[in-house]
């Protein structure tokens, strides 16, 4: 593999500058929602399709890869603008309206794409190789500079071309944006098949795009609550394999091995990976309330308690730093985002607009906040800037909930309810990228986005 880095890769860094009627409290607060989802039918393949647009993305044009003499089967150039186009940073141009579909540096016409609006301009090409791999090669051009920016080449299996779409589209996104995109990532989520009467809940991990979902664990008992770990090969979630009361589990997703590390009398919910994976944040009501406490992983120690309410106090998620922990409460009245140092002290009030703040999930430069607001009438994903103190509502309900955020920040997964049935869905923090979802017939509930 030969790398064709050009010296203004530089230049272009930062462009841009459950379920059960005895266990009610375990789906609490920002979990509400859930209720009213109506499930269905068994569907083969998850989707995410976007449309709509932001105003200050970048203009961007991404021309169909030459197929020298090959037929792969996939479109990597679309894949790769799909990616783009939903992190809300992009504005990637309608191939029906390019002028000309060049393959190398060599071949491009500035002028015609600058004339199109563009400023920087995707071209590349798929060939074969022995043993039946393919080459595929691409270049970032700088449109008015008339310059290469970045490119590689690539050598690669069939099987690979849709991850090798998601590396080419991280590489666009941090030679741009100047941090990574985040597009070769995986979400996890629970999906609910059949009946009420006979419902079936699978574990599933996805591509970052929704495609390929494998499932990783089928149970006939609720599943609730996944969270990866920092090192993506493990998640945490919640059980009630054991009957009417729950257990947190963590299980390896390659292997399958799993075991149970919270079992406590009462409530055992909502695991939280620290950033450094040693150790779990975790709802107890084992002192007769729903309280955070902290736990090892690997299911040795005792757990320690970090909030001390007659409130319900649930949903933890870490800051990035390790120092402190967002959750859930009802002890001012109704359900806000409070957060505690991690060493103990006074929880403080975050959210403050709205009567209805829950389900916290923080960008992984600790920026940005989201969460489920309710202002009138449904829930919404609403994200707070922590360190500017407003707040934006960014979908439109009326049934957002399980916001997380994906590893570049600059995009949320969350489920919303259709009144037909459930989507998963991805809204951009910095321009409201949402629309045409691709429908699940199942219930969809509580994605998490993992790690890089």
Do not use: C, K
């Amino acid at each position: 593999m030969r790398s064709m880095t050009h010296p203004s890769f530089h230049r272009g860094t930062g462009r841009i500058g459950a379920a059960l009627a005895g266990t009610a409290l375990l789906i609490m607060l920002g979990m509400l929602a859930t209720l009213a989802m109506p499930g269905g039918q068994a569907n083969a393949q998850v989707r995410i399709e976007i449309t709509g647009g932001a105003a200050a993305a970048l203009p961007i044009a991404v021309v169909p890869f030459a197929e020298e003499g090959v037929d792969p089967g996939i479109d990597v150039a679309a894949i790769i603008r799909a990616n783009l186009y939903r992190s809300g940073l992009f504005d990637p141009l309608d191939p029906a309206n390019h002028l000309g579909d060049p393959a190398r540096f060599e071949d491009v016409r500035f002028r015609n794409w600058r004339a199109l609006g563009a400023d920087t301009l995707v071209v590349g090409s798929i060939a074969p190789l022995e043993g039946g791999n393919y080459r595929v090669r691409y270049e970032l051009l700088d449109v008015y500079a008339g310059e290469r920016i970045t490119g590689q080449r690539f050598r690669v299996t069939p099987a690979g071309l849709r991850n090798l779409a998601h590396t080419i589209s991280d590489q666009i996104f941090e030679a741009l944006i100047g941090r990574p995109g985040g597009f070769n990532t995986r979400i996890a989520y629970i999906e609910e098949v059949g009946p009420v009467d006979d419902r079936e809940y699978r574990l599933v991990v996805a591509e970052a795009d929704g495609h390929r979902p494998q499932t990783i664990l089928t149970s006939n008992e609720p599943l609730m609550s996944p969270d990866w770990s920092p090192d993506g090969e493990r998640l945490a979630y919640v059980s009630f394999e054991s009957g009417r009361s729950s257990q947190i589990f963590v299980q390896n997703v390659a292997t399958g091995e799993r075991r149970v590390v919270a079992s406590f009398p009462g409530i055992n919910g909502a695991p939280s990976w620290s950033p450094d994976g040693e150790q779990l944040a975790i709802t107890l009501s084992r002192g007769g309330n729903p309280d955070i406490y902290l736990i090892d992983p690997d299911g040795g120690g005792n757990a320690r308690q970090l909030t001390r309410h007659f409130g319900i106090d649930t949903e933890p998620t870490w800051a990035p730093d390790g120092e402190s922990i967002y959750f859930t409460s009802n002890r001012g009245g109704s359900p806000q985002i409070y957060r505690i140092p991690v060493g103990g002290g006074d929880a403080e009030r975050v959210t403050f607009e709205g009567r209805y703040n829950a389900s916290p999930s923080v960008s992984d430069d600790g920026r940005f906040l989201a969460f489920v607001n309710q202002d009138g009438d449904g829930f919404r994903i609403a994200v707070q800037d922590l360190e500017q103190g407003f707040m934006r509502v960014l979908t439109e309900g009326p049934l957002d909930e399980s916001p997380s955020f994906s590893s570049s920040g600059s995009m949320i997964a969350y489920t919303r309810s259709t009144g037909e049935g459930t989507e998963l869905a991805t809204v951009s923090v910095f321009g409201r990228v949402q629309g045409e979802l691709t429908r699940f017939d199942n219930t969809v509930r509580e994605p998490d986005w993992g790690p890089l």
